[in-house]
C-alpha cells in the first residue's frame, strides 16, 4: 500500500535561514505528489505538484521541491525563509486509480520561524 | 479559484446528538472528500464520494454517514456523536484526475461535550 513518511515531527529555523523538509513515499510506480501548507486554524493549501517530467518542480510562495526515484524522496525546499512561512507542512501522494484518486498524507512537519 | 465552503468554523454539540457537517464547492468537481485531522496523526479520510448519490468508505468510517444528493454539495452525519469525535473536520473536492490536487475547505472544529 502507498505510504508516506515525514520523519521531522517539527523543525525550527530562523529567519533567512534555508529549508529543508523531508519526504518520502512508498510506491510501485511513477507517483503523483503534493505539498501542501496548513496555516493555523486553516484548511490545506497546495504549495506544488509533481506528476512527471522534470524532477525540480517550482510552487508558490518561493518553495520547490526536487523528486529522487533513486531516494523514494520529495523534499520540499526554500532557500530562505520568512516569519510568515510558520505552518504545518503535509506531504501526499495519490492512490486508487479511476474515478477513485484518493490522497494518502504524511503526518506533517511543523515549522517554527525564530526572528 | 476553487472555492470550498464548510458551513461553521466552531461547532460545539452534545454527546448522542445527531451532527451534519455540510461543505459546498463550486468548480464542478466530481469527487468530493471528508477527513478528520488529529495531533500527531495527520489527515485521515473518513469517506469520499466520487459521484452524486455514490460514496465510498475511506480508512475510519465508523460512526460516521454521508450524503451527496448535489454535485456540489457533501454533507458529513455523525450519526449519534461521542466525544472521540472531537476533532477538526476537513472537506475537499477535486476533478476526477490523478494528477489534479485536491481543494480544501478551511475546516469545522468539533467539539462533543
Known amino acids: 500500500a502507498q505510504s508516506v513518511t515525514q520523519p521531522d515531527i517539527h523543525i525550527t529555523v530562523s529567519e533567512g535561514a534555508s529549508l529543508e523538509l523531508r519526504c518520502n513515499y512508498s510506491?510501485?510506480?511513477?507517483?503523483?505528489l503534493f505539498w501542501y501548507v496548513q496555516s493555523p486554524g486553516q484548511g490545506l493549501q497546495l504549495l506544488l505538484k509533481?506528476?512527471?517530467?522534470?524532477?525540480l518542480v517550482q510552487g508558490i510562495k518561493g518553495f520547490e521541491a526536487e523528486f529522487k526515484r533513486s531516494q523514494s524522496s520529495f523534499n520540499l525546499r526554500k532557500p530562505s525563509v520568512h516569519w510568515s512561512d510558520a505552518a504545518e507542512y503535509f506531504c501526499?501522494?495519490?492512490?486508487?486509480?479511476?474515478?477513485?484518486?484518493?490522497?494518502?498524507f504524511g503526518k506533517g512537519t511543523l515549522l517554527t520561524v525564530n526572528p | 479559484d476553487v472555492k470550498v465552503t464548510q458551513s461553521s468554523r466552531y461547532l460545539v454539540k452534545r454527546t448522542g446528538e445527531k451532527v451534519f457537517l455540510e461543505c459546498v464547492q463550486d468548480?464542478?468537481?466530481?469527487?468530493m472528500f471528508w477527513y478528520r485531522q488529529d495531533p500527531g496523526l495527520g489527515l485521515r479520510l473518513i469517506y469520499f464520494?466520487?459521484?452524486?448519490?455514490?460514496?465510498e468508505k475511506g480508512d475510519i468510517p465508523e460512526g460516521y454517514s454521508v450524503s451527496r444528493e448535489k454535485k456540489e454539495r457533501f454533507s458529513l452525519i455523525l450519526e449519534s456523536a461521542s466525544t472521540n469525535q472531537t476533532s477538526m473536520y476537513l472537506c475537499?473536492?477535486?476533478?476526477?484526475?490523478?494528477?489534479?490536487?485536491?481543494?480544501f475547505g478551511d475546516g469545522t472544529r468539533l467539539s462533543i461535550l
Open positions: 475537499a473536492s477535486s476533478q476526477q484526475v490523478g494528477n489534479q490536487p485536491q481543494h
Open positions: 510506491y510501485g510506480a511513477t507517483p503523483y
Open positions: 509533481y506528476f512527471s517530467g522534470d524532477t
Open positions: 501526499a501522494v495519490v492512490r486508487g486509480g479511476g474515478s477513485n484518486y484518493k490522497l494518502t
Open positions: 468548480m464542478d468537481h466530481e469527487n
Open positions: 464520494s466520487y459521484d452524486v448519490k455514490m460514496k
